[in-house]
């Protein structure tokens, strides 16, 4: 546990004042994306590429939130089990497409999707499983395992090919409000206090950062946060010979390691593009606040306790991870759930159960759909939320957070700023239909229309197909 000396309190102020001061404007923008992660990346690609100058701020050096910095290394969530088709489209394609052509990502093609025994053996751990199916074991769909330094190498790539200014190391403090409108932000930075202007601000910061500071209602909610990290020089065809060829032996070693790591999925480490390096979405702990500094102190000491107790047991006795040595721990803390906004709309459980289909659908996940009204904040103008702080309840956001849908909100949320400026209007008054034609246009699926796409996605062909197409 942290030391934390509370006792050097006593006797001093519970708050201090500080001083009124003016801060230096350093950029405008039309629109101002505040947070670089998923959802942010594709909001400003959104916003740009639609022919709104556009400003993404991120406060720390890199791009991708915990897709990249988080290391969360599979792009899931984005097959529809009930329509049998990859559902979220658009950018979050678009980046698959781009690391696969650098060898930097792995998916399944058509051909492999389902429970073919040669299919489940070579996919499995990848991460490339339906893991909402009640069958087991989990048949493979369309998921893609990635490389974060790669995430961030094309993020870059990419927000620099459509135009967008980029201002990293700029960390969001408050905002700035007048009568309601959102007008800008200021960020902390090594500089000072520095103030960026903006027509439209989009909140990507996954905490709701921006809409809090603003005033916009939110419910606190909270979930398991895990210190994710990687291990290299692992000979992962031993370990899944081991798995596949004694299960029985695999079954006991499995179960020590989990107690040593104290709270994984099933499948405690993945495979990534480099060989010999593994995932490892472990050590979740409960308990803890994302929002609190506290907590989060705790989380890595806590966190790096675990996984170096349950790495020094892998070493000793798990097949193919004798040589196994810790590479990294994500340098984001795996933070799920803080604040959720309670926007126009507020997603609930029942809404992703029943695949309710909303007229202003903007966005899918797996096989939901995300209202236009859950990215608006209640009474405030000229300002979007998208990513895993949207208006969703606790328990409809646990299940509906993954990256995809996120990269397909803030996508919707870049939009539909472009189309609000260039229309002259509120972003609450956007032209839902015309945001909807817009997406589509672009090669998203905004998930308004009922039944499933003519087309599987080029990238997903079987590899015939697409030599021969
Ligand atoms: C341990 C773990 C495992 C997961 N596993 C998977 C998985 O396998 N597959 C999957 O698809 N999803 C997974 N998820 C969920 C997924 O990673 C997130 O829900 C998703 O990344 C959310 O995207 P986002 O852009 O909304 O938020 P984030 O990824 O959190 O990005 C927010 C961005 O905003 C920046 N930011 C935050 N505050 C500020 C500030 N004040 N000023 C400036 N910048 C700021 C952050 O640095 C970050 O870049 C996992 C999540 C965790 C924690």
Redesign the pocket.
């Known amino acids: 546990m942290p030391f934390n000396p509370e006792f050097l309190m006593e006797g001093f102020p519970a708050t201090v004042r500080e001083a009124a001061r003016d801060v230096r404007v350093v950029a405008r923008a039309d629109v101002v994306v ?8 594709a909001a400003a690609l959104g916003a740009a590429r639609n022919g709104a100058s556009t400003l993404l ?4 050096n ?6 990249s ?2 290391m ?6 984005m097959w529809d089990a009930h329509l049998g088709e990859i559902a979220v489209r658009g950018v979050c394609l678009e980046l698959i497409e781009r690391l696969a052509a650098r060898g930097l990502a792995q998916f399944p093609r058509e051909d492999e999707w389902g429970r073919d025994a040669a299919s489940l053996q070579r996919w499995t751990r990848w ?1 490339a499983f339906d893991f909402n199916s009640r069958d087991k074991p989990h048949p493979i769909v369309f ?1 893609a395992a990635f490389d974060p330094d790669g995430f961030k190498r094309l993020a870059l790539e990419m927000t620099s090919e459509s135009r967008i200014a980029l201002r990293l190391h ?4 408050h905002a700035l409000v007048e009568d309601g409108r959102v007008k800008g932000v200021v ?1 902390d930075t090594k500089s000072g206090r520095e103030a960026v202007l903006a027509d439209v601000v989009i909140d ?4 709701l ?2 809409a809090a500071s603003a005033g916009a209602p939110f419910s606190a909610g909270a979930y398991i ?2 210190t ?1 990290f990687r291990l290299g020089n692992v000979d992962t065809e031993t370990a899944e010979r081991f798995e596949r060829e004694e299960p029985a032996a695999f079954a006991v070693l499995d179960k020590q390691v989990k107690s040593l790591i104290g709270g994984s999925w099933a499948h405690w480490w993945l495979k990534t593009p480099l060989p010999g390096v593994v995932w490892c ?1 472990c050590p ?1 702990m409960s308990g803890l606040d994302g929002l609190k500094v506290e907590d989060l102190t705790t989380a890595e000491l806590r966190g790096r306790g675990h996984l170096h107790a349950a790495v020094d047991f892998l070493r000793a006795h798990l097949p193919g991870f004798e040589r196994c040595v810790v590479i990294d721990v ?1 340098p ?5 759930q803080t604040r959720l906004l309670e926007g126009d709309y507020i997603v609930t459980k029942e809404d992703l159960a029943e695949r309710r289909r909303f007229a202003d659908a903007v966005a899918r996940g797996r096989d939901y759909t995300t209202p236009y009204r859950a990215l608006l904040p209640r009474g405030l103008d000229n300002l979007l939320v ?5 208006s969703a309840t606790s328990s409809a956001q646990k299940v509906s ?4 849908p ?2 397909a ?2 996508e919707a949320a870049g939009v539909a700023a472009a189309l609000a400026l260039s229309a002259g209007v509120n972003v609450r008054d956007v032209d839902v239909r015309a945001l909807q034609r817009r997406l589509r246009e672009q090669g998203a699926d905004p998930g308004d229309q009922s039944g499933r796409n003519a087309d599987v996605p080029a990238l997903a062909r079987r590899i015939q197909q697409r030599e021969t197409a």
């Open positions: 505040v947070g670089g992660g998923p959802a942010g990346l701020l991120e406060r720390y890199h791009l991708g939130g915990l897709a910095g988080g969360v290394l599979v792009l899931d969530d991460g998921a700029s960390w969001f403090s960020c990507t910061t996954g905490d950062d921006v946060l895990t994710v979405n979740h994500a984001q803390t795996g933070v799920r998208a990513g895993r702080h949207y957070r993954e990256i995809p996120c990269m909100m803030g």
